[in-house]
């Protein structure tokens, strides 16, 4: 993948019900734009985890990649989801301090969550299809 990433991409299971309900929401809590979304199936995702490989292996985890400058930084786990709370800000930015607290306490809470997601929320055929005005914030 040749093309620069957008500031802010969010990599999500096309496949989780869950995921769907978080990118939705997500969408409808950034009328500004300031996040990109691509399937972890993609093959953006695919380009984001050869340049990777402390990555985790499995899709259990959204990942948050910021640019930063010439680099860039990936947030997995709860640890993105404190992060995209900072992001979306007004009364949701509060979640952002919830990132102080151990990771290994807030990852075991994530970890039972990804386990039971397919269970509870169910699974899709294939990522939903966005609106005209989202397309240009999903990538491949």
């Not at 040749?2 to 990118?23: E, F, K, M, N």
């Amino acid at each position: 993948m040749s093309a620069p990433l957008p500031p802010r991409l969010v990599l999500y299971d096309g496949v989780c019900g869950l995921c769907d309900h978080t990118v939705q929401w997500l969408l409808d809590h950034d009328p500004a734009g300031r996040l990109s979304f691509a399937a972890l199936q993609g093959e953006t995702a695919a380009a984001v985890r050869a340049r990777h490989p402390e990555l985790p292996h499995d899709l259990d985890s959204v990942i948050l990649v910021e640019q930063l400058g010439a680099g860039e930084r990936l947030w997995w786990r709860s640890a993105a989801v404190f992060r995209l709370a900072g992001h979306i800000g007004g009364v949701w930015g509060w979640a952002r301090h919830l990132g102080l607290l151990p990771a290994a306490l807030t990852d075991l809470g994530y970890r039972f969550v990804a386990a039971v997601r397919y269970r509870v929320f169910g699974t899709r055929e294939a990522c939903r299809l966005p609106r005209p005005e989202e397309r240009a914030r999903f990538l491949p």
